[in-house]
């Protein structure tokens, strides 16, 4: 079963979040098998820290709360928050075989929240442009909750296109880089 976990960080825990870094990476070094795509995401201003992303691969619901809330930063309290959803990884691969590589161009994670019928249940024109893509959904994998999408665009706005207009409730759209280590 995938899974779409989205940390967002607390205001004000950026020193917190790098005194915890090799304690991040190596718990996720533990779920290198399992892990889809990850990396974090910033403000588009100035760089800072504003969350994590991590799609993973895991048996069941339980196991994925356990990665999500037994994962250090969420521990020490550099997160906020946490979305975790039921996800289906719609292009059959991992961000490392995106074939765009790790470098070059910018990054986004793009996330829309869902309302009312399903959409953008087929992956759009612009594959190679994808890092990861697909849809959201309820615990028991039957209801459709929103997209997430992980994207190499010019900017915000063409990040943004990879979504149906106006038929989410929200459209997030966050700059994301490859996370893990160098």
């Keep these: 079963m995938e899974f779409f976990c989205y940390h967002r960080d607390r205001p004000g825990s950026m020193a917190l979040r790098d005194e915890l870094l090799e304690e991040h990476w190596s718990y996720m070094d533990r779920y290198a098998k399992e892990l889809i ?60 075989d995106f074939p765009g590589g790790r470098t070059g161009g910018n990054r986004y994670l793009v996330l829309g929240l869902g309302s009312g019928q399903a959409v953008d249940l087929a992956v759009p024109s612009g594959r190679d442009e994808l890092i990861a893509y697909g849809p959201l959904l309820s615990d028991d994998g039957v209801a459709w909750l929103g997209t997430a999408a992980l994207v190499r665009a010019p900017d915000p706005a063409a990040a943004r296109a990879v979504l149906t207009q106006d038929l989410y409730a929200g459209v997030e759209v966050h700059d994301w880089e490859f996370g893990g280590r160098r």
Excluded at 47 to 57: E, L, N, R, W, Y
Excluded at 63 to 90: C, H, K, S, T
């Design 37 to 96: 795509a990850r990396g974090p995401t910033f403000t588009a201003h100035d760089d800072a820290a504003t969350g994590s992303v991590h799609i993973v691969d895991l048996p069941d619901p339980a196991a994925a709360r356990a990665f999500a809330f037994d994962e250090p930063n969420y521990q020490a309290g550099v997160y906020r928050d946490v979305m975790l959803r039921r996800w289906r990884n719609l292009l059959g691969r991992t961000m490392w």
